[in-house]
């Protein structure tokens, strides 16, 4: 089975900052990646699919990017709307497991 | 509205059994596989099953195989996740997904609780 290691786990960052998150494939999984937000008591929202494909409605400042076994997510300019935990996800093979998710905390 | 409304979940002791729904409305529901996904209370998110779109072909995390049943009537707009022989371990909000581009979840239920206590 296909392992995903995100990182870090947790971050503190200010409004205004450029974040990065790091999603690691145990093994090579093309652009089946995708990346999801959730806000507490909600339900997971997805921002990117096919690696660095942006979903309809979701802000640019949010981007993807990689392919294989390293993907990372972006927030160019976090907001304050941002704070919430991100977890990547494989779509190449099953079972599809999540990452552990990353909690973006304010500074 | 695209919507997908999960119900079902409630208090089960250890080894019962439990079935949830997912109704879904505002798409043609018989044209998408669709998923269920869970997360136990402050942990990450696991996903559990699918099913393609016309019911015939299903997929399990090992967790739950032999004792989860994914199903669909696409009469009904209604998808279903059967849970049997329930441990303390399957407590969690279940969610329901569907499959979009890319095999990605874009549109999610708003996740029904399940305990698992005696």
């Known amino acids: 089975d296909i392992q995903l290691t995100q990182s870090p786990s947790f971050l503190s960052a200010s409004v205004g900052d450029r974040v990065t998150i790091t999603c690691r494939a145990s093994?090579?999984?093309?652009?089946?990646l995708a990346w999801y937000q959730q806000k507490p008591g909600k339900a997971p929202k997805l921002l990117i699919y096919?690696?660095?494909t942006l979903q309809s409605g979701v802000p640019s400042r949010f981007s993807g990017s990689g392919s294989g076994t390293e993907f990372t997510l972006t927030i160019s300019s976090l907001q304050p709307e941002d704070f919430a935990t991100y977890y990547c996800?494989?779509?190449?093979?099953?079972?599809?497991?999540f990452g552990g998710g990353t909690k973006v905390e304010i500074k | 509205e695209v919507q997908l409304v999960e119900s079902g979940g409630g208090l089960v002791q250890p080894g019962g059994s439990l079935r949830l729904s997912c109704a879904a409305s505002?798409?043609?529901?018989?044209?998408?596989?669709m998923h269920w996904v869970r997360q136990a209370p402050g942990k990450g998110l696991v996903w559990v099953s699918r099913?393609?779109?016309?019911?015939?072909?299903?997929s399990y995390a090992d967790s739950v195989k032999g004792r989860f049943t994914i199903s669909r009537d696409n009469a009904k707009n209604t998808l279903y996740l059967q849970m049997n022989s329930l441990r303390a371990e399957d407590t969690a909000v279940y969610y329901c997904?569907?499959?979009?581009?890319?095999?990605?979840?874009?549109?999610w239920g708003q996740g029904t609780m399940v305990t698992v206590s005696s």
């Open positions: 099913i393609n779109s016309d019911g015939s072909s299903t």
């Open positions: 505002g798409f043609t529901f018989s044209s998408y596989w």
């Open positions: 096919a690696a660095s």
């Open positions: 997904a569907r499959v979009a581009r890319f095999d990605a979840f874009d549109i």
């Open positions: 093994q090579g999984i093309s652009s089946y």
């Open positions: 996800q494989q779509l190449n093979s099953y079972p599809l497991p």
